[in-house]
């Protein structure tokens, strides 16, 4: 089992497609999705408001398709299904992206998770943990946070 769990994500995340662009872009679009899915499911309530929230950022964020963004959600899904760890996910875009493009992400997240109006202790416990595992400063944190509470209204 254990090898099994090294090979999907030795697969999912390996070094394999480091010089291939397509394939890091791949993998950091799932890295994103797996992030914005499990806010999604934090509160243990799959909101129809907080799904489409997690298909329209991606969409508008990774300038994909409905379909491309069907897929990848799909995907992302089966990923969060079988992970135990967010730091797979969360090491790939720490060592791929500049600070204003985490930045982004822990934006995507606070959006997914007011989505349906409120904040879930569940949501912001996550979202917190994912902007550490980020090296997010708590600081940006709350100003992202406030920001993005003040656009909701």
């Known amino acids: 089992m254990l090898r099994a769990l090294t090979a ?14 397509a394939a890091r872009e791949r993998e950091l679009r799932l890295a994103t999705a797996v992030l914005l899915v499990e806010v999604a499911r934090a509160d243990f309530d799959e909101d129809e408001l907080e ?12 300038d994909m398709s ?23 996910f969360t090491r790939q875009l720490h060592e791929e992206l500049g600070t204003s493009e985490k930045l982004r992400i822990v934006e995507m997240l606070w959006q997914v998770a007011l989505a349906d109006s409120t904040l879930d202790k569940h949501e912001d416990h996550l979202i917190r943990k994912v902007a550490g595992l ?18 909701a209204g």
């Open 134 to 151: 980020l090296y997010v400063s708590h600081s940006d944190l709350i100003r992202v946070r406030n920001r993005v509470q003040d656009r």
């Open 66 to 88: 409905r379909e491309e963004v069907a897929q990848l959600v799909a995907e992302a899904q089966r990923h969060a299904d079988h992970s135990a760890s967010l730091q797979a």
């Open 51 to 62: 799904v489409g929230a997690v298909e329209e950022l991606l969409q508008s964020h990774l």
């Open 8 to 21: 999907f994500f030795d697969q999912t995340f390996g070094d394999d497609g480091a010089d291939d662009p």
